[in-house]
């Protein structure tokens, strides 16, 4: 139940404009399916899943990959969370 229910607030945030440091980076991406639906979606599981701090370093990921590559090898518990984050951003956001 408590995971339907997860899926469907998550479902309901795709809808609308993009929002959220996530989103917004998302739509700027030039990304192949980078769309509002998307993003909004994106950003809703991100809302779920990371804190501010870490949605705002996350978003960088989008415009330096670079940035994402000194992440995984340095910081273990953030990319432990961005991973289950983009996991289930995946999984949901399709």
């Not at 670079?66 to 992440?71: R, S």
Request: aromatic content about 8%.
């Amino acid at each position: 139940m408590c995971l339907a229910l997860g899926a469907f607030w998550v479902l309901g945030g795709c809808g609308g404009g993009v929002s959220g440091e996530i989103g917004q980076a998302c739509m700027a991406g030039g990304r192949d399916g980078a769309n509002p639906r998307t993003c909004a979606c994106v950003q809703g599981v991100a809302n779920q899943t990371l804190s501010g701090p870490e949605q705002r370093r996350a978003a960088r990921f989008f415009s330096n990959p670079d940035e994402a590559e000194e992440a995984r090898t340095g910081s273990g518990s953030f990319w432990d969370r961005y991973e289950a984050f983009a996991a289930r951003a995946e999984a949901v956001c399709r």
